[in-house]
Nanobody, 127 residues
Framework: QVQLVESGGGLVQAGGSLRLSCAAS????????VGWFRQGPGKEREFVAA???????????SYADSVKGRFTISRDNAKNTVYLQMNSLKPEDMAVYYC?????????????????WGQGTQVTISS
């Protein structure tokens, strides 16, 4: 029902910023909760941030403790896009970042709660 495409990854110095985008298909995108997950080298996939759809409390977001205060998730439903603004990047932020979506979702931090996944975008940190 929905296709997701991540973009915006690349090489950035520690302390720098990147903005990732998750572009979605479908005219019901505004009702989907979207989460960002990441998988670093030799590590398991971990939750980064999530934002709920319009069926939930407006502007409801959640973040992993490791990124709280540095990353911001937002969405532009008119553009069918969710963003992850990443500031003050650290070497441990280096990973493939994935967006995921589930209609009427709660903004869960659990990957199995999401139905649709993008293919990921690589974020590389230099020091």
């Amino acid at each position: 029902q929905v296709q997701l495409v991540e973009s915006g990854g690349g090489l950035v110095q520690a302390g720098g910023s990147l903005r990732l985008s998750c572009a979605a298909s479908g005219r019901t995108f505004s009702t989907y909760a979207v989460g960002w997950f990441r998988q670093g080298p030799g590590k398991e996939r971990e939750f980064v941030a999530a934002i709920v759809g319009i069926n939930r409390s407006g502007g409801s977001t959640s973040y992993a403790d490791s990124v709280k205060g540095r990353f911001t998730i937002s969405r532009d439903n008119a553009k069918n896009t969710v963003y992850l603004q990443m500031n003050s990047l650290k070497p441990e932020d280096m990973a493939v970042y994935y967006c995921a979506a589930v209609q009427y979702g709660s903004g869960s931090d659990t990957s199995t709660d999401y139905d649709y996944w993008g293919q990921g975008t690589q974020v590389t940190i230099s020091s």
